[in-house]
């Protein structure tokens, strides 16, 4: 596997926006999979948007908002620290919704040989859609950094998602690429292990909560299907007998 991790305007103008997730928390996740990448030596790619005033080189309906956002040499057209670039990271930038606007973007997938496309950043249902169709349709296998991805639009984000999986644009986790197989334990194990307190992990995706107050990592737990659950309560049940 050679995936490449693109980070979509992971800028600090457009993370004041987000409303799901926290801008904290998102930017929390997003430094986790750029951690994984780097350490397992897999492509990032940055793509950021920067326009000007004079010449307005902002989208039209920017520029009828009067609004002034991702200026070039602007702070706010700046990446959070934890989430900079690297030596030897490519930055592009682009003014429209897709990285693909951008020529240099494809032609550096097809010199690492990317196979698989993970996006991540904002707004879930502009610039990561855009990017994704396009990535789709240039015939490139792509996927979506499941818990690194934000809207501002919690809504519109939930619906592109199910849009984007309909065609094969799904979500991915960390623990997936790299190929981490989660221990099985029987639910009987399980239910022993709550019974007596114990820290256990039965695999599939954990979910953190993150503090309201100052968006850090409070509690994480992994949920169960279906099956896990009703055998979790018959076991406990009978534990109480």
């Avoid at 409303?19 to 994984?36: D, G, K, V, Y």
């Avoid at 682009?94 to 606007?101: D, H, R």
């Avoid at 698989?116 to 990017?131: D, K």
């Avoid at 939930?158 to 623990?175: F, M, N, V, W």
């Amino acid at each position: 596997m050679n995936p490449t991790l693109l980070l979509i305007d992971v800028q600090r103008d457009f993370l004041n926006q987000v409303s799901e997730p926290h801008p904290q928390e998102l930017t929390f996740n997003i430094a986790e999979w750029l951690r994984t990448f780097r350490k397992r030596g897999w492509p990032v790619v940055h793509v950021r948007t920067e326009v000007t005033l004079d010449p307005d080189t902002r989208m039209p309906h920017w520029s009828k908002a009067g609004r002034e956002m991702c200026l070039e040499g602007s702070d706010g057209s700046l990446p959070p620290q934890v989430c900079m670039e690297e030596s030897g990271e490519v930055v592009l930038t682009k003014t429209f919704f897709s990285g693909f606007a951008n020529d240099a973007l494809e032609q550096r997938l097809e010199v690492t040989g990317t196979d698989l496309l993970i996006l991540a950043g904002v707004h879930t249902q502009s610039c990561l859609l855009q990017t994704a169709l396009d990535a789709y349709q240039r015939g490139f296998k792509v996927g979506l950094a499941g818990d690194a991805v934000g809207t501002y639009d919690p809504l519109a984000g939930a619906t592109t998602e199910r849009y984007l999986a309909a065609r094969g644009i799904r979500a991915y986790c960390l623990d997936e690429l790299e190929g981490a197989k989660p221990a099985v334990k029987t639910s009987q194990a399980v239910c022993s292990a709550v019974i007596q307190g114990q820290e256990r992990y039965f695999g599939g995706d954990s979910w953190t909560h993150f503090r309201p107050t100052d968006a850090q990592p409070s509690w994480s737990f992994v949920p169960a299907d279906a099956a896990l659950v009703h055998d979790a309560v018959a076991s406990t049940s009978r534990a109480r007998l």
